[in-house]
């Protein structure tokens, strides 16, 4: 069934949920011990959806390498503008930010999201 599950829509375990801008400086926190993800998705756009599935169908073997942190930002809107401001990466949906270090280290959007794009920058860091 993959990672959401679809009948009542609800988040894994394994993603953390964004919804407040205060998650933020946890997440840089966190990123001194694991690389942090962010993946800012546009729940009623098709690239976003192409992109969250592909992330759900492969995500298990990078589970262990990193947390990613869920952004519904058609929910939460705000968070969002938040994100592209307190990271400096400009909004783009869908979009992945990765923190590493206390820094942003990668960002890429849209059709760029993939596994093979995140297990490669989690490979260089």
Known sequence: MGLFNRRSGSMPSTWIMLTDTNQLDGIVKASYDK???????????????????????????????????????????????????????????????IYHNGSVVADTSHHQISIRYLQGILDQL
Do not use: M
């Open 35 to 97: 690389p942090q993800i962010i993946f800012k998705d546009s729940t009623t756009c098709g690239i976003s959806a192409r992109a969250r599935a592909g992330l759900q169908e492969d995500w298990t073997p990078i589970a262990d390498l990193a947390d990613l942190h869920y952004l519904d930002l058609l929910s939460y809107r705000s968070v969002s503008n938040e994100v592209a401001a307190f990271t400096g990466v400009q909004h783009q949906s869908p979009q992945i930010i």
